[in-house]
Nanobody
């Protein structure tokens, strides 16, 4: 079982920055992929970025260059640095751990942290 706790959300002005953190407790295994997703009001949850334990990253195309994901394997923590934030980045951001193998995938989710970009 994995428990995820996000922190770092809040209200920020357009052009500002925020850094989200997600600490995982329980068993995190090397093949687990950690990542961030977001869900804006009235929209489906969408990928923000993912990172493997080896540091390989994957980003939503629209966010490349503004968002940076990183991971501290020793602390079982994943971070999301968000720069030059825009009002359309307003959403609840969810931490995710994806665990898979032959023919299965298990997703663990945090409770979400609200990010609001507004002047």
């Amino acid at each position: 079982q994995v428990q995820l706790v996000e922190s770092g959300g809040g209200l920020v002005q357009p052009g500002g920055s925020l850094r989200l953190s997600c600490a995982a407790s329980g068993s995190i295994f090397s093949p687990d992929v950690m990542g961030w997703y977001r869900q804006a009001p009235g929209k489906q949850r969408e990928l923000v970025a993912t990172i493997t334990s080896g540091g390989s990253t994957n980003y939503a195309d629209s966010l490349k260059g503004r968002f940076t994901i990183s991971r501290d394997n020793a602390k079982n923590t994943v971070y999301l640095q968000m720069n030059n934030l825009k009002p359309e980045d307003t959403a609840v951001y969810y931490c995710n751990v994806a665990r898979g193998g032959m023919g299965y995938r298990i997703d663990y989710w945090g409770q979400g942290t609200q990010v609001t970009v507004s002047s």
